[in-house]
């Protein structure tokens, strides 16, 4: 059984510029979510997708867009980078949403400058 | 507003010791989760807690849910260095993450 996977592993752009992050769901698994992790804190939760569909959204601006694929794949785009989107960014797979348990990738480290 | 509150935020003691972290909250939840998180590495799932006032145990870990179903306690027996790295409540529904308490066990 393969895990959750992310690419890529680090990241430096620039302020401006737009990033793609990629992750692949573990085998089995139907619902993606994305967390922004600032340094020493807890995730924040972005949004979540279920099924190619969003199933719920943080508080984050609509420069935070998603996707997710049939394979279940799924894309977190950030446009008009800001230096405060330095951050990890996480994603877990579960099989459905709700309380089943979530695996999570080890993420992918960006920093904007 | 964080509506996970965690404490302490940093805490580094000797192994051996004992302590207990905890989260805290204004609202209900169904469940709360804990997880440990080691640098460079995402959250892994430690425990699922469902029933206000139950208790789990996992080896030395300790995991209490409050009868309100508010508020959660970890509490680690005789903490190795091992058990260094930050750990993490989070809610049920898993869109909500406590701010996280930051462990060091000095060997």
């Known amino acids: 059984e393969t895990g959750v996977t992310q690419s890529p592993t680090h990241l430096i752009k620039t302020r401006g510029q737009q990033v793609t992050l990629r992750c692949s769901s573990q085998s089995g698994h139907n619902t993606v979510s994305w967390y922004q992790q600032a340094l020493g804190q807890g995730p924040q939760f972005i949004f979540q997708y279920y099924r190619e569909e969003e199933n719920g959204r943080g508080n984050f601006p609509p420069r935070f867009s998603g996707l997710q694929f049939p394979n279940y794949s799924s894309e977190l785009n950030v446009n008009a980078l800001e230096l405060d989107d330095s951050a990890l960014y996480l994603c877990a797979s579960s099989y459905n949403s709700g309380i089943e348990t979530q695996y999570f990738g080890p993420g992918t480290r960006l920093l904007v400058l | 507003t964080q509506l996970l509150e965690q404490s302490p935020q940093f805490l580094s003691i000797q192994e051996g010791e004992n302590l207990t972290v905890y989260c805290n909250s204004s609202?209900?939840?169904?469940?709360l989760q804990w997880y440990r998180q080691e640098p460079g590495e995402g959250p892994v799932l430690l425990v699922t807690?469902?029933?206000?006032?139950e208790v789990k145990k996992l080896k030395r870990l300790t995991f209490q849910f409050g009868d309100a179903r508010k508020d959660s306690s970890l509490h680690i027996t005789a903490a190795q260095p091992g058990d260094t790295g930050l750990y993490l409540c989070?809610?049920?529904?898993?869109?909500?993450f406590g701010t996280g308490t930051s462990l060091t066990v000095i060997p």
């Open positions: 989070g809610s049920g529904n898993q869109f909500y």
């Open positions: 807690v469902v029933t206000g006032g």
């Open positions: 609202s209900v939840f169904s469940s």
